[in-house]
């Protein structure tokens, strides 16, 4: 039971709630971002595509002319071109459609974009634009121009200014952006958690309580429930997650042996 719920986090998407785009009228626009003249930076988030219909649907778009900048598209729901001032380079790897995963971009300062999904690197597009300078907004969920909108949802979406490496990455894509260390937010220029809420994220006395004010659930005859919670012995980390109807609890090195009653409730919990 303690390998089930605390050691890894086996969890498709680390959030309670995320940002639904339509297809044709949603998305956000913010400032002008430094990455967006500048050859290292990082691009990360959390992605769920249910493409449907032929054109483009974009995920972000840092431009503001066809040829300048560099943006983030799929035309059918399982690849992803990377677009800059050297035209277009599409992913090789098949990612799944109506499915979460963490996606992310890294820029590390040559001709060259690695692409990493779900922390593990799936391609490296070479030939890429060495520069370019826009000033204008950065776009999440569509094209700069024309609008071709994203269809599906999103969450954590985050920028840095430089590349972040393989561990980092793996270590960002759990965390909420309370969690993150001092060197994770190193160059970090944006993040947009896009939820509801945040589930007792660097809450130091998380308490059933408070996680069912949170998300409007009621936890009566679980003590059970509150005693795993006071057992992990480093509180800071520990975090509950809810996807659909699972709850599962993570904490570095916890344990929660002799709770028989622990899995059954969490189980029970709708």
């Known amino acids: 039971m303690a390998n089930r719920f605390l050691s890894p986090p086996k969890l498709s998407f680390p959030a309670n709630a995320s940002a639904e785009f339509n297809g044709s009228s949603d998305y956000i626009t913010t400032p002008n971002l430094s990455i967006q003249s500048s050859t290292t930076w990082t691009i990360g988030a959390w992605v769920y595509s249910d493409w449907t219909s032929p054109g483009a649907d974009y995920l972000f778009d840092g431009r503001e002319g066809a040829s300048d900048g560099f943006s983030l598209y799929t035309t059918n729901g399982n690849t992803w071109t ?82 972040l490496s393989s561990d980092e ?23 947009y958690s896009l939820e509801e809420s945040e589930l007792l994220s660097g809450d130091t006395t998380p308490t059933l309580e408070k996680y069912a004010a949170a998300n409007k659930l009621t936890f009566e005859g679980k003590q059970c429930l509150q005693d795993a919670l006071n057992a992990l012995p480093t509180i800071t980390d520990a975090r509950l997650y809810s996807a659909k109807y699972d709850i599962r609890v993570s904490a570095d090195g916890g344990t929660v042996e002799s709770l028989d009653c622990v899995e059954t409730e969490l189980n029970a919990i709708v």
């Open 82 to 163: 990377y677009y800059d001032n050297n035209g277009g380079a599409t992913t090789g790897y098949n990612f799944v459609t109506n499915d979460w995963y963490y996606l992310t971009i890294v820029r590390d300062g040559s001709s060259s974009v690695k692409v990493y999904k779900d922390g593990s690197l799936t391609d490296t597009l070479t030939g890429r634009a060495t520069s370019y300078d826009v000033t204008g907004p950065f776009y999440i969920g569509a094209r700069f121009t024309t609008l071709e909108n994203f269809q599906g949802n999103i969450a954590n979406f985050a920028a840095w200014n430089r590349a």
């Open 169 to 191: 990455i793996n270590s960002v894509m759990w965390k909420s952006y309370t969690l993150l260390n001092t060197s994770e937010k190193e160059g970090l220029q944006a993040w």
